[in-house]
């Protein structure tokens, strides 16, 4: 997407020190638009684990070339997999994405071989996400516009939650896909953003995304959504997610879960937005088997905020206070009206998904 005059992606190569992985650094944005260069494992892990990068397309594609640095090092493949592997625990990309380089570089032989091999994956992984977000938003959009056709061209007002944009893959975006394709064509659409606390996601980073692209959209707290709801001013909501399992449980940014009850209380559509990277094939019970990341409470005791033009992180909560801070939580199925994936829009049950994924079932 464009930053200003320049196309980015997320992620890529430094173009005159292919040993380099570049990337943008989210922790400074919107505040600042920063590139931080990763030279090592050791480097990739901590990006993720202390979200310089974040989201789950995007955290496969930092896991994939993670591996690639370890090729490049000649770490021992196996322990950077793991390691890598631990930063984050909910989003199943990580996992996927690390195994699959892994399996490519333990099949070549030589140090070059297996060089190229940890980057060709790489490579196709994340031009396989950008294409898999397209698709999303080729799918999705079909859904903005019918509504926009019932609602004889007045603005379609579309709710997302936390960051699900261009930022979280490396374009596009899942959510905000069809979002960027409707506004395009020109169809009128305006996205509330949810805040997204504890971490501001949606404040501090889809507000920019979007901002840049030009839709229009407004930012309200966490707790507004229910009552924009009840007074007919939300029609649709479209989120991400972190982990599907086969069955159609979605775990996502903490607080999904309480934005599908509202959605379902008040006959909103609630969309999962996913590619198949997202889909663990293995879980039945959302609930039950996903593993949700706990992070520091210090996440939920302070905020940045811009004060003039000096960027200020400042404590919110009483000295003595303790803080409790989950990432993720799990929608069930039964309160998903649809997953948009790359291969078309299913519902959120097994025998849907699988009809869209036939080779996954064994
Ligand atoms: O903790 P984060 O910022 O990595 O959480 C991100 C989300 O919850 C996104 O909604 C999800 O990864 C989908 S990204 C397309």
Same mark, same amino acid.
């Given at each position: 997407m464009r930053v200003d005059d320049k196309i980015y992606h997320t992620i890529w190569l430094k173009p005159d020190d292919s040993k380099v992985v570049q990337i943008i650094d989210q922790r400074f944005l919107p505040f600042r638009f920063v590139i931080e260069d990763i030279s090592s494992v050791e480097e990739m892990y901590t990006a993720i684990r @202390?979200?310089?990068?974040?989201?789950?397309?995007?955290?496969?594609?930092?896991?994939?070339?993670?591996?690639?640095l370890a090729a490049v090092y000649k770490n021992d493949v196996h322990k950077a997999a793991d390691y890598l592997i631990s930063s984050?625990?909910?989003?199943?990309?990580?996992? &996927?994405?690390?195994?699959? *380089?892994?399996?490519?570089?333990?099949?070549?032989?030589?140090?070059?071989?297996? !060089?190229?091999?940890?980057?060709?994956?790489?490579?196709?992984?994340?031009?396989?996400?950008?294409? =898999?977000?397209?698709?999303?938003?080729?799918?999705?959009?079909e859904l903005i516009q019918e509504i926009s056709r019932a609602k004889k061209g007045e603005t379609v007002h579309v709710l997302t939650h936390c960051n699900a944009g261009w930022?979280?893959?490396?374009?596009?975006?899942?959510?905000?896909?069809?979002?960027?394709?409707?506004?395009?064509?020109?169809? =009128?659409?305006? !996205?509330?953003? @949810?805040?997204?606390?504890?971490?501001?996601?949606?404040?501090?980073?889809?507000?920019?995304?979007?901002?840049?692209?030009?839709?229009?959209?407004?930012?309200i707290a966490d707790n507004t959504g229910g009552h924009l709801m009840q007074h007919g001013m939300v029609d649709m909501v479209i989120v991400g997610s972190d982990r599907t399992t086969v069955t159609g449980d979605v775990a996502n940014k903490i607080g999904t879960?309480?934005?599908?009850?509202?959605?379902?209380? =008040?006959? *909103?559509? &609630?969309? !999962?937005?996913?590619?198949?990277?997202?889909? @663990?094939?293995?879980?039945?019970?959302?609930?039950?088997?996903?593993?949700?990341?706990?992070?520091?409470? @210090?996440? !939920?005791?302070?905020?940045?905020?811009?004060?003039?033009?000096?960027?200020?992180? *400042?404590?919110?909560?009483?000295?003595?206070?303790?803080?409790?801070?989950?990432?993720?939580d799990v929608t069930p199925a039964r309160l998903v009206t649809g997953l948009i994936t790359e291969r078309g829009i299913c519902r959120a049950s097994r025998e849907s998904i699988l009809g869209l994924f036939p080779e996954k079932n064994q």
């Amino acid at each position: 997407m464009r930053v200003d005059d320049k196309i980015y992606h997320t992620i890529w190569l430094k173009p005159d020190d292919s040993k380099v992985v570049q990337i943008i650094d989210q922790r400074f944005l919107p505040f600042r638009f920063v590139i931080e260069d990763i030279s090592s494992v050791e480097e990739m892990y901590t990006a993720i684990r @202390d979200m310089h990068l974040r989201g789950a397309p995007l955290i496969g594609a930092a896991g994939a070339l993670g591996m690639y640095l370890a090729a490049v090092y000649k770490n021992d493949v196996h322990k950077a997999a793991d390691y890598l592997i631990s930063s984050r625990p909910t989003a199943i990309n990580l996992e &996927f994405c690390v195994t699959r *380089v892994l399996k490519k570089t333990e099949a070549a032989f030589t140090y070059e071989e297996k !060089v190229k091999a940890a980057l060709d994956e790489s490579l196709v992984i994340i031009s396989e996400e950008l294409e =898999n977000c397209r698709k999303i938003g080729e799918f999705g959009v079909e859904l903005i516009q019918e509504i926009s056709r019932a609602k004889k061209g007045e603005t379609v007002h579309v709710l997302t939650h936390c960051n699900a944009g261009w930022l979280a893959c490396i374009d596009y975006g899942t959510a905000t896909a069809p979002i960027y394709f409707a506004h395009d064509r020109g169809i =009128n659409v305006h !996205v509330w953003v @949810d805040e997204t606390r504890p971490r501001n996601q949606g404040a501090r980073l889809t507000a920019w995304e979007l901002g840049k692209h030009g839709v229009p959209h407004t930012v309200i707290a966490d707790n507004t959504g229910g009552h924009l709801m009840q007074h007919g001013m939300v029609d649709m909501v479209i989120v991400g997610s972190d982990r599907t399992t086969v069955t159609g449980d979605v775990a996502n940014k903490i607080g999904t879960y309480l934005k599908a009850l509202a959605a379902q209380d =008040n006959n *909103v559509p &609630f969309y !999962v937005a996913l590619p198949s990277s997202t889909f @663990d094939w293995s879980l039945t019970d959302g609930v039950k088997q996903i593993p949700v990341e706990e992070r520091g409470a @210090d996440e !939920v005791r302070f905020v940045d905020g811009r004060d003039g033009s000096v960027v200020r992180t *400042v404590d919110t909560l009483p000295e003595n206070s303790p803080a409790l801070n989950y990432g993720f939580d799990v929608t069930p199925a039964r309160l998903v009206t649809g997953l948009i994936t790359e291969r078309g829009i299913c519902r959120a049950s097994r025998e849907s998904i699988l009809g869209l994924f036939p080779e996954k079932n064994q």
